[in-house]
């Protein structure tokens, strides 16, 4: 049995499984409702001291649907690797201290013929930006799957293709996690992000590596959601530091709900 083990448990989040948990229900308990079945999320990635609250705003939502969610294609960039395309692992299982997440070989067999599509452990090891999601989705759903694709340089256009051919139906969620703008001071940041995010809202897939780490994946999403009607409402706006950041060196987050209403 293949395992990708956590790489940033204890670092991004706690190891114990009894404290992440308490973790999770800090932010996941209130089992919020929309007034939709959502088909997405756009959530970020940093540690939780820094943007679980604001993933938490968006995952809490998925309580209603916790029966009805049986895989989750989960979308990220990757911060230690460049490739082109985007890389799906061979591991047959993702572990967190909340236990394992079987990796939906089937959809696979759909987007493996793609030159787009390459496969590697390695490139998945130590990457954070799909791990620290895990754990929500742990406890938010039931019973799942999991699809999970690191995004090197790819073309929008080209990874929303790949992402349509998986994307059809409610059992499916679709999680695209990126964080916002990087490393200027909170004013400047503050300007910044909102700008990004009214390019979300209007549905511009333009955004840049500058504005959101995760763009090719935000801008994937968006060229379906404009293509399927689809409605999308901004549930949490920050940075790193609202919570213990440094005011002049600060990282944005936000989270957002897809729903086909």
Known sequence: MNVRSPAVAGTFYEKSPDKLQAQMQLWLDSGRMHAEPLRAVIVPHAGYV??????????????AQ?????RVILIGPSHRFSFPGCDIPAADFFSTP???????????????????????????????????????????????????????????????????????????????????????????????????????????????????????????????VKKRGYHIRRIALKNSSDTIGDKQRVVGYVSYLISEA
């Open 66 to 70: 916790s029966e009805q969610i049986h």
């Open 98 to 224: 909340l236990g394992l997440i079987q990796i939906d070989k089937q959809s696979f067999t759909r987007i493996t013929p793609s030159p787009d599509v390459e496969i590697s452990d390695q490139v998945h090891a130590f990457e954070h930006s799909l791990e620290v999601q895990l754990p929500f989705l742990q406890t938010c759903l039931k019973q799942f799957s999991l699809v999970p694709l690191l995004v090197g340089s790819i073309a929008p256009q080209v990874l929303a293709g790949l992402i349509e051919s998986l994307w059809q139906d409610e059992q499916t969620l679709l999680v695209v996690s990126s964080d916002l703008s990087h490393y200027h001071p909170d004013d400047e940041a503050r300007k910044i992000d909102l700008s990004t995010c009214y390019q979300i809202e209007q549905c511009e897939p333009t955004l840049t590596p500058e504005q959101a780490c995760g763009a090719t994946g935000i801008n994937a999403l968006l060229l379906l």
């Open 50 to 63: 820094y943007s679980g609250q604001v993933a938490g705003e968006a995952f809490s939502y998925l309580h």
